[in-house]
């Protein structure tokens, strides 16, 4: 049985930083690959970025140079380092593996940037 729960999302002001957290249970992080997808209002889920056997990363562009992915493979979470947030990051943020498996969905978590 698979749990991915997401936490660390919240209101914060442009320029700020966040740090997300998907603490996993049921899938080996250090061995699959992991992503953060967002969805902001009225558009579609997105992948953002990319960890594959908690090494090599890939971001979509407009979050390049701004998020770094990441794991912690002792406690078996994935990270996403947000910095310089810009007001269209906001969104639902959920991870999940790449490509997504329906059944792992967890209830994401709101990250809101806004002055």
């Known amino acids: 049985q698979v749990q991915l729960v997401e936490s660390g999302g919240g209101l914060v002001q442009p320029g700020g930083s966040l740090r997300l957290a998907c603490a996993a249970a049921g899938i080996i992080v250090s061995i699959s690959t992991m992503g953060w997808y967002r969805q902001a209002p009225g558009k579609q889920r997105a992948l953002a970025a990319r960890i594959t056997l908690g090494g090599p990363t890939n971001y979509a562009d407009s979050v390049k140079g701004r998020f770094t992915i990441s794991t912690d493979n002792a406690k078996n979470t994935v990270y996403l380092q947000m910095n310089s947030l810009k007001p269209e990051d906001t969104a639902v943020y959920s991870c999940?593996?790449?490509?997504?498996?329906?059944?792992?969905w967890g209830q994401g978590t709101q990250v809101t940037v806004s002055s």
């Open positions: 999940n593996t790449v490509p997504e498996l329906k059944g792992y």
